[in-house]
């Protein structure tokens, strides 16, 4: 097989890696003291001890809140695949109370084959639900509910987390509510009577250390030696990574990118655009397809756009944003001149350009 065939399945390979969270986070879940480990032995618990328990999931955008929920959840079912239900509920899509218990019930019927309604009330939705968390519980079956981007449940009047919370409050029932945000004051959106029955465990996600960014490239760029590959290039492959990941060049690159965004979903974009300027004539990576990574990511189309403009585009481009700002989102040629206008009377300056002159700017442009 050629170089180019070899390092064409390599970057495929590689690429399908970025793209599964499953995969990128399964080095990371090996300690203990690990978010994966915590959050596992939480749920767990409750599952083993019949009990009800509520989490949150805090931290920035990016820094894998979701991944490792979904990673333990995908871990659970295959340990208890009779024993649990899994709602998910999306706080961008199901915000409002009674979208959400609607939501709740459509899953609930799903996963337990029974009839749904779409013309249930919210109080029909809310008796429906308290009442399968009860026979769950008495059947010995925990339901986890995951509500991502949280904060958003908490706006208006919480009846549904509390709804929820109250029920969970009863002996028989049997369930996990885990909330995901990027807000780390989001307990504190929770009205008094919700904030009582919620447990206020918290689990912060904070951008990877320096051990933790070189066990995830070495995890993500080397190659299987028992893969379809062949082993004299894996072990090529692998060799010339090691010495590209122990450049001092290489590292002040990554700590560069890591200084402006350090969440791991930005890193797996720096990533999978190095992976995809690799040579595939040369078939390794090289120093250069990271340079060029970081050239790319890090530049400012816009500023680009507007360096070689003139005086007068500049004034037009000012104008036409000073009507966006005052919400006129449509506007012509007459109105961006009354703006200059306005503009030039309250700054005067010596350049002012009659409004054929504009005209020809405008129609350049």
Known sequence: MGTENLAEKA????????CSPNFIFKPLSDSPDSNYSKLKFIISSSI???????????????????AVLELVLSDLLEEYPDTITVIRLNGLLHS??????????????????LLFSKMASFDDNSQFMIAMLRECGLAHKTVIFALDEFDLFAQGKQRLLYSLLDAMQTVTSQAVVVGVSCRLDADQLLEKRVRSRFSHRKLLFLPPSKEDVQRLLEHILS????????????????EKLQSILADKRFKEI?????????TTNHLLRFLFIAI??????????????????????????????????SILELYILVCMKRLEVREQNSYNFSSVMKEYKSVHDSFPTSDYYAQNVCLRVCIKQ
């Not at 970057?11 to 970025?18: G, M, W, Y």
């Not at 083993?48 to 805090?58: F, K, W």
Request: proline residues 3%.
């Open 11 to 18: 970057q495929i390979l590689i690429r399908s890696r970025l």
């Open 48 to 66: 083993m001890e019949a009990c009800n328990n509520s989490i949150l999931l805090l931290g920035p955008r990016g820094s894998g809140k979701v």
């Open 96 to 113: 409002e109370d009674n979208s959400a218990l609607k939501e709740i019930a459509r899953q609930l019927c799903m996963e337990h084959h």
């Open 223 to 238: 190659l299987p030696m028992d893969s379809s590959l062949a082993c004299d290039y894996a072990a090529e492959f692998n």
């Open 254 to 262: 990554i700590s560069n990118y890591l200084n402006s965004n350090s």
């Open 276 to 309: 995809s300027n690799m040579d595939l004539k040369s078939g390794f990576l090289s120093l250069e397809n990271f340079k060029a990574a970081l050239s790319s990511i890090q530049r400012q189309p816009k500023q680009e756009c507007i360096k070689d403009c």
